[in-house]
């Protein structure tokens, strides 16, 4: 084993304690100088051939019941918010419908060239006619033909990909159709995420991942190690709760440089609540 994937796998299972570990945090940065990162990169996600940026926009900070930190904003402000970043080389919009973000995605949209940004948004649906009404709701709230990405929000069962096959089924008809571009889920527990690292239905997977494991579905050691079986398949893995809903909010050089060392996921989300911190964390990613 090399020793910088040695040195990534250690900080995996260290988890909080890794955090105070300078001597690990210049050692990862000694064993790859020449790496740079960038909030604006534009990576491919996965095998679906959608490329976007390297940071996603989230709309989603405690996010529930048609509500989150960024809807607060209004439409006028989360829009100008998402606006900016597009300006500023942002392409990925991270949206769902229990946020309650479909219509500031929407108001930013029509000035935006749809080619150009990615939007991928979340159905709470379990069933087939449900998902499929949603998609019909969701473009029409969107104002858009098509989604880049439509996930099953929050599966947290262990057989989720048989208990509910008729909504994956819905949502690869879909695909066929036009109407996604690619399918996935966000993983809310263990055994959810084990299953969908063996799913070849899941193209596109949302895993929370963050050094200390805060409001994840596991130890980070644990979790890391389904995230690469993950990546090895193909599969798309995009990181949240990244700064551990705000837990880690005053060390964000050190959980940058944990989800960007692991080497496991082509993108990743946080949600920005204004302007200034938008363009901070675009600033502390390209100095992790």
Known sequence: MRRREFLVRSAAGLGGAWLTSKGVLRALAEQNPLRKFS????????????????LAMGTGTVGYDHHSNQTALGVKGLSELLLTGYDRG??????????????????????????????????WARDAAGV?????????????????ACLMHCVTE???????????????EAKAKGVIRAHGCSCHSI?????????PWVEIDF??????????????????????????????VVGMKILGQGDLRARQ???LLYALGLGLLDAFTIGAESKSEQEDLIRRVAAA
């Open 39 to 54: 909030a604006t990169d534009t990576v491919t996600l996965g095998s679906t051939g959608i490329k976007t940026s390297r």
């Open 90 to 123: 942002l392409r990925f919009f991270d949206a769902a419908d229990s946020y309650g973000s479909h219509a500031h995605v929407a108001a930013a949209l029509k000035q935006l060239p749809r080619d150009k940004v990615t939007v991928l948004t979340k159905t």
């Open 132 to 148: 499929r009404a949603d998609l019909d709701r969701f473009r029409r709230e969107l104002g858009t033909d098509y989604l880049d």
């Open 158 to 172: 262990a057989d989720w990909t048989t208990r509910f096959r008729g909504a994956m089924d819905a949502l690869e």
């Open 191 to 199: 055994e959810a995420l084990r299953a969908a690292a063996k799913s």
């Open 207 to 236: 895993a929370r991942i963050n050094p200390i494991g805060s409001h994840m579905d596991g130890d980070p050691g644990t979790v890391v190690a389904v995230l690469r079986e993950m990546k090895a398949a193909g599969k798309a």
């Open 253 to 255: 050089p050190e959980a």
